[in-house]
T-cell receptor
């Protein structure tokens, strides 16, 4: 089992829809969670971080964390073609507390 | 906004050459990292450093080496490049390795070995 798993893509949504990206992790002691966006050929860019159970909103982005279920998600409301990218989930776990473990990413395409 | 710089952005070079990929950050971060990423594939940690004169190998075995003589500078070296080294190399830094601190990435170096 991978330490961080993301829902397999690619994911396509129409413009204006809500895109839902999911991530599960195996280290129950994980404390902090990050979502990165990576455009093709570019480097990852931090878009959200979350540390406590519940929802955290930033503009069109909402991160949701459920530590009991070991699950973190990212919702993108009013999706735009410019949101088309690969989204990486990163987790700082208890076992590897000094590093981030990245998922393999979910490729999102927003169709105009 | 993170200020982390990588040079060169692109490098095409022949087999057997010695290569140094540069990474510098102006934020005074102690923690720096090198990742390798093939197109459409996962990020793999190959080296990290927690401060000056501190370097460790990451999860993915790599023939590259790193050094950390100054806080702001974390170069990666390949003594003899081979086609299998063709990949994108990403440098990152963070203020600390405590829970709430993310890593910030440079623009990457895309390396092609002929």
């Amino acid at each position: 089992q991978k330490e961080v798993e993301q829902n397999s893509g690619p994911l396509s949504v129409p413009e204006g829809a809500i895109a839902s990206l999911n991530c599960t992790y195996s280290d129950r002691g994980s404390q902090s969670f990050f979502w990165y966006r990576q455009y093709s050929g570019k480097s990852p860019e931090l878009i959200m971080s979350i540390y406590s159970n519940g929802d955290k909103e930033d503009g069109r982005f909402t991160a949701q964390l459920n530590k009991a279920s070991q699950y973190v998600s990212l919702l993108i409301r009013d999706s735009q073609p410019s949101d088309s990218a690969t989204y990486l989930c990163a987790v700082r776990g208890l076992r590897s507390a000094r590093q981030l473990t990245f998922g393999s990413g979910t490729q999102l395409t927003v169709l105009p | 906004e993170a200020d982390i710089y990588q040079t060169p952005r692109y490098l095409v070079i022949g087999t057997g050459k010695k290569i140094t990929l540069e990474c510098s950050q102006t934020m005074g971060h102690d923690k720096m990292y090198w990742y390798q990423q093939d197109p459409g594939m996962e990020l793999h940690l190959i080296h990290y450093s927690y401060g000056v004169n501190s370097t460790e190998k990451g999860d993915l075995s790599s023939e590259s080496t790193v050094s950390r003589i100054r806080t702001e500078h974390f170069p990666l070296t390949l003594e003899s490049a081979r086609p299998s080294h063709t990949s994108q190399y990403l440098c990152a830094s963070s203020e600390s390795d405590y829970s709430n601190q993310p890593q910030h990435f440079g623009d990457g170096t895309r390396l092609s070995i002929l």
